[in-house]
């Protein structure tokens, strides 16, 4: 295959050129990083359950109507995403306390909180990504106040989304990010989800044990990341018909 041109690289994913105009490929890296980037590891599978956990819930939104980048798998790595100018803030949504909400106010973490929260973090890894408010947003003009409406309805409707689809299946949403891009079609301008929504970016509580099924399970040095994000996997029927193989046991659809 013809080299492709790399259009960008992050921490967990590199984006491609994608073959049609207005599409990119999106692939997922198995390296996990937290605390920005101070923590760092290689972690075998991940982006094959990452890619195959984010189809499963940006085909779901797209089904249901709220849209998003995401076009199609393409392999076992690999997504062909729509090209978006992406808006530069990292949208949280959360339903019960848990990390930087906790620190920042002193909430234990696990209480419920009154209704769903949505908060806005400024994407600039060299700032740490600092929170930010709509004042900040709309006076820099990383976004207007529609644009805001419209980011905290699709926000919301993820939230109602992803958190019935995890409930169904015994695990509890405690919280979420997404990104969201701007998508033109001529003079008309829409938002879309995009990037990727996985364990790496939400928090997932198994409704019984409580046991933590995401990213804090490396960032807190709770087990093996792999196979938390495997029981997501498994539990949501999302198993990669031909995982790597490894010292593990092999999925198989
Ligand atoms: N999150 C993310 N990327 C980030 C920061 C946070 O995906 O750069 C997700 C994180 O996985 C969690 C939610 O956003 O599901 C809220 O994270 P929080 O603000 O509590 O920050 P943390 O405790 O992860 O530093």
Redesign the pocket.
Known sequence: MARRKKIYEGKAKILYEGPEPGTLVQYFKDDATAFNAEKRDVIEGKGVLNNRLSEFFMTGLNNIGVPTHFIKRINMREQLVRAVEIIPL?I?V?NVA????SKRLGIAEGTPLPRPIVEY?FKDDALG?PMVTEEHIIAFGWAGQQDLDDIVALALRVNDFLSGIMMGVGIKL????IEVGRIWEGDFMRLVVADEISP????LWDVNTGAHL??DVF?RDLGDLADAYTEVARRLGVLPTNAPQSGKPTLIN
Do not use: L
């Open positions: 990292e949280v959360r848990a990390g930087s909400i973090y990504d405690v919280d979420f990010k790496d970016s939400c928090r995401d990213k960032r």
